[in-house]
């Protein structure tokens, strides 16, 4: 497939116009049309849909929108990086994916670290679920991630390395004003009757297994699209959500949270690929480490550090 329709394809996406794309890209807005319609036909389904204010991808269209922008970001970096080798900067970039909830916080604390003990390195951040970054290092697009053993967890991969970072303990999201807000760690069934909202698949596992633990439902009637949506709908009044407690040092201010007795716990871990690693990847990690041991979790929130030193996990 022509690169050049992709790009085509998430500008429209971006901008939710055939005619703003067209100006943007200096093309025809007719052109821009054949270029979409041949793209629908080779794929076989539609991947935009009209409204009153112009047109948004639908289902499949989201699906192709975020592999394609991937994609085009990856050739971005290849040009610059044959660029650079042909103007005499060969250094290689380091390219970081990470959960959105560590993406957040950890991630970029950790970087900034990285870069006062090294000086520049070009870098660039990549957020993503655990499984879609753990196929990212597999192919290469990625140095190291930051993932989550949250369901479906961290496959067993003979290809990568991985090295645990900590252990954190999930917390619920609450609006500011919220009748639990400030109080210490609940237990679930306090909450259970309320209206949750969730994001993803394995943070829902997480809130439904911890409920029937307690021999309770969690009634999961909201969903977003990600997680500032999951946090919007909470800063609102219309949900509460399960949160990573990592989060809960860079929510916004008309969020808080509160623990939760006998939390669910996750698993975060440093993976990478085992050939040909990235000289930042080892000074990151450690980094990481300490990004996540000096996380400042709210009261009832337990992060358990891994410490220097450890062998990274062969599976």
Not at 70 to 78: S, V
Not at 153 to 182: Q, S
Request: aromatic share 2%.
């Amino acid at each position: 497939m022509d690169l050049v329709v992709w790009r085509t394809f998430v500008t429209v996406c971006q901008l939710g116009s055939l005619s703003a794309a067209a100006a943007e890209l200096h093309h025809t807005q007719s052109a821009v049309s054949r270029q979409i319609a041949g793209l629908e036909q080779q794929l076989g389904v539609p991947l935009l849909g009209r409204h009153a204010r112009g047109v948004r991808p639908t289902p499949a269209g989201e699906v192709f929108r975020r592999h394609a922008l991937a994609t085009l970001n990856e050739a971005d970096r290849a040009v610059r990086a044959v660029r650079d080798v042909r103007d005499g900067e060969s250094d290689r970039p380091l390219a970081v994916g990470a959960t959105p909830s560590l993406a957040a916080g950890i991630v970029p604390e950790a970087i900034r670290a990285l870069l006062e003990q090294t000086g520049p390195v070009r870098w660039s951040l990549l957020p993503g679920l655990s499984d879609q970054l753990h196929q990212r290092v597999i192919t290469g697009t990625l140095d190291v991630a930051v993932v989550t053993d949250a369901p479906p967890g961290v496959p067993h991969d003979p290809r990568i390395d991985r090295r645990l970072l900590g252990l954190d303990d999930m917390v619920v999201a609450l609006p500011t004003g919220d009748r639990h807000a400030g109080q210490g760690p609940v237990p679930i069934r306090t909450l259970a009757d309320r209206t949750w909202v969730e994001d993803n698949d394995g943070s829902a596992a997480l809130l439904r297994r911890h409920a029937a633990r307690a021999g309770v439902d969690a009634r999961i009637d909201l969903a977003a699209a990600d997680l500032p949506g999951k946090l919007a709908l909470v800063a609102t009044g219309h949900a509460i959500a399960l949160i990573p407690g990592v989060l809960s040092g860079a929510l916004r201010s008309d969020v808080t949270t509160v623990g939760l007795v006998d939390p669910p716990t996750r698993g975060i871990y440093a993976i990478g690929p085992r050939s040909d690693p990235h000289p930042c990847v080892a000074p990151l990690v450690d980094l990481l480490a300490d990004a996540v041991a000096s996380a400042r979790p709210p009261q009832g929130v337990r992060i358990t550090h891994a410490p220097h030193g450890i062998p990274s996990h062969r599976d």
